[in-house]
C-alpha cells in the first residue's frame, strides 16, 4: 500500500515513510492510494475478534512494509486491558430508547484520543528503533491531545516530548494529568499566554529549519494519517458489538473539531463496513455543520471561535476535512489544490447542489450542532432516564443523534471524553460532581512538574537545546 497527497504532488511512499511526516511536501495530507475492500466472509471472520486481533488485522491492510509479527507485537502493546480498563477495550452500553454508546474513553487521559496514541506511541517508538533515529516531539495543547500525547510516549525510547500548554487556563484535572508525570522524556513547557500563542511558537520552531533539523523536531497532530488508521479500527468494533449480524446497518454520530474522528468512519464505510450515515456533531464553533447544510466550507479565525463547555470542539479549521473533499472530489489534487489556496489565503469555498447530494446519497453525511444549553438538558436528561452521566462533548452527539435519528435507525454514539474531566460543567447540570474512575482520586495533590516560560520562541528554543545537550 502507497501513499499520496491530497494535493496530488508527491510521489507515493509506503507507510513506514510516512509516519514521521506532517503534512506531505505540497502541504496536502497524506492518503493511502485506494481502501482497501473488506468482502462479506472477511466481515464474518473479523465479528469475533478481539480488539487487538482486529487491530492487527485492519492495520495491515494499511501498513503492509511492517512484518506481521512485529505489527502483531505493536497492537498488542497497545491495546491491553490493563491500559484501557477491560478486555472489551472499547465496550458499548445501551440507553432506554435503544441509542448505543461507543466508550472510547477508558485510556489513561480519559478521553479518545488514547484510541490513536497508543499505538502511535507505539509505532513511533518501532520505527525510530528500525531506523536508529531519534524525536523531540513539539506540540502545543489545550487539554487532551497534550496529554494524551505525553501518556503515549512516557518512558519511550529515543523519543523527548516537549508540550507547550497555556499558563493556568486548563482545568485542574488537565493540569494534573499531564504536570504530574514525572517521566524524564516529558517535559511540560506552560507558557505565559494562550493557546494560540503555544501553537504561534511551535509554528516559529517548525519554521526554523536548522534548529528543527538539528534537533530532529517532530509533531503528533491530528493530520497523522496512522492516527485515522488506528481509529478506523474501532468503528468496526463498535459496529461488530451493536449489531448481532453483519446484514445490519448502523449510523454512527461523531462529536467533530478536527474531523480526524468521523475521517476514520469515513474510511471505514468506504471500506465496505456497512454503516449508513455519518452524522457530524459539532458544538457552537459550527464551521462543519455549516458545510454540510449549505455546501460553503469557510474556516473562522480564533476571533470568531467561542470558548465552549465542550472546548475540545473549539476549532474552525477542521484540519482533517482535506481528506473526505480528496475522495468527495473524485481524488482529484488539482481541485483539492484550487479549494485550498481559497482556504489557505483566508477565504473558503462553496460546493454546488449537486456536489452535496453526493455527500449526503454516496457517502452518507449529515450533520447537527449543539450548544451549551442543549448540552446541560442532555447530560441531565441521560442521568435521569439512564442513571449514566456522560462528558460535554458525548451530550453534544447525543442531542444531534436524537435530533436526526430516523425511525428504526440504530446509531452509535461516540463517547469522546469522561465526565471527570469536565466537572464544571457537570455541575453545573447536576449540581453534583461527576464520578471519577479508580487510581484518579488523588490526581491534583500529586506532585507537579512543569516550567513556566513568557511566551517567546527563543526561551522554548533554548529550553529544548539545554534539555537535550
Ligand atoms: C479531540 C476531541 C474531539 C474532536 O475530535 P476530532 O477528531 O478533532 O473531530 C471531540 N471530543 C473530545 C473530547 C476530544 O478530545
Not at 438538558?377 to 449514566?388: L, S
Not at 435530533?403 to 447540570?429: D, H, M, Q, S, Y
Amino acid at each position: 500500500m502507497k501513499y499520496v497527497s491530497t494535493r496530488g504532488g508527491m510521489a507515493p511512499l509506503p507507510f513506514c515513510e510516512t509516519v514521521l511526516m506532517g503534512l506531505a511536501p505540497d502541504g496536502g495530507l497524506l492518503l493511502p492510494e485506494r481502501y482497501p475492500q473488506i468482502d462479506r466472509a472477511t466481515l464474518e471472520a473479523w465479528r469475533g475478534l478481539s480488539y487487538a486481533e482486529l487491530a492487527f488485522e485492519i492495520i495491515r491492510l494499511f501498513a503492509d512494509d511492517i512484518p506481521a509479527q512485529d505489527l502483531k507485537g505493536i497492537v498488542e502493546r497497545a491495546y491491553r486491558a490493563e491500559t484501557f480498563g477491560s478486555e472489551a477495550i472499547t465496550p458499548i452500553k445501551r440507553l432506554h430508547d435503544g441509542l448505543v454508546i461507543l466508550e472510547l474513553s477508558n485510556g489513561p487521559t480519559l478521553a479518545f484520543k488514547d484510541m490513536a496514541m497508543q499505538f502511535l506511541g507505539q509505532l513511533f517508538e518501532y520505527v525510530l528503533d528500525k531506523r536508529g533515529e531519534t524525536l523531540n516531539i513539539l506540540g502545543a495543547t489545550s487539554g487532551d491531545t497534550g496529554s494524551a500525547a505525553e501518556y503515549a510516549m512516557r518512558g519511550k525510547r529515543g523519543i523527548h516530548v516537549f508540550m507547550l500548554s497555556p499558563d493556568g487556563k486548563m482545568s485542574a484535572f488537565q493540569r494534573a494529568q499531564m504536570y504530574s508525570l514525572q517521566d524524564e522524556n516529558i517535559h511540560n513547557i506552560a507558557i505565559q499566554g494562550m493557546f494560540d500563542d503555544c501553537q504561534d511558537i511551535v509554528k516559529a520552531v517548525q519554521n526554523d529549519h536548522a534548529f528543527k533539523a538539528r534537533h530532529k523536531i517532530g509533531t503528533v497532530n491530528s493530520i497523522n494519517w496512522a492516527r485515522v488508521v488506528a481509529q478506523v479500527v474501532y468503528y468496526f468494533h463498535g459496529y461488530f458489538r451493536a449489531t448481532d449480524s453483519n446484514d445490519q446497518p448502523v449510523s454512527f454520530c461523531v462529536p467533530s473539531g478536527n474531523f480526524g474522528n468521523v475521517c476514520a468512519g469515513h474510511v471505514a464505510r468506504q471500506m465496505g463496513l456497512p454503516i449508513d450515515r455519518l452524522i457530524v456533531a459539532t458544538n457552537e464553533n459550527d464551521v462543519l455543520d455549516e458545510f454540510f447544510r449549505t455546501g460553503r466550507y469557510a474556516p473562522r479565525g480564533s476571533e470568531r471561535t467561542y470558548v465552549t463547555s465542550s472546548p475540545s470542539m473549539d476549532i474552525s479549521k477542521a484540519s482533517n476535512f482535506e481528506r473526505f473533499v480528496f475522495d468527495l472530489m473524485g481524488r482529484d489534487g488539482e481541485t483539492v489544490k484550487r479549494l485550498w489556496a481559497e482556504v489557505d489565503a483566508g477565504g473558503g469555498f462553496q460546493l454546488d447542489a449537486e456536489t452535496m447530494s453526493r455527500v449526503r446519497e454516496q457517502f452518507g453525511f449529515v450533520s447537527g450542532r449543539s450548544a451549551h444549553a442543549d448540552r446541560l438538558a442532555t447530560i441531565r436528561q441521560v442521568d435521569a432516564e439512564d442513571g449514566v452521566v456522560v462528558d460535554t462533548h458525548t451530550a453534544d452527539g447525543i442531542k444531534v443523534a436524537r435530533a436526526l435519528r430516523r425511525p428504526g435507525e440504530t446509531i452509535v454514539c461516540l463517547e469522546t471524553a469522561l465526565p471527570a474531566k469536565f466537572a464544571e460543567t457537570i455541575r453545573e447540570a447536576l449540581d453534583r460532581d461527576p464520578p471519577r474512575p479508580a487510581g484518579f482520586e488523588r490526581l491534583e495533590s500529586l506532585p507537579q512538574r512543569v516550567v513556566t516560560l513568557p511566551a517567546d520562541a527563543g526561551q522554548v528554543k533554548a529550553l529544548i537545546e539545554k534539555t537535550l545537550a
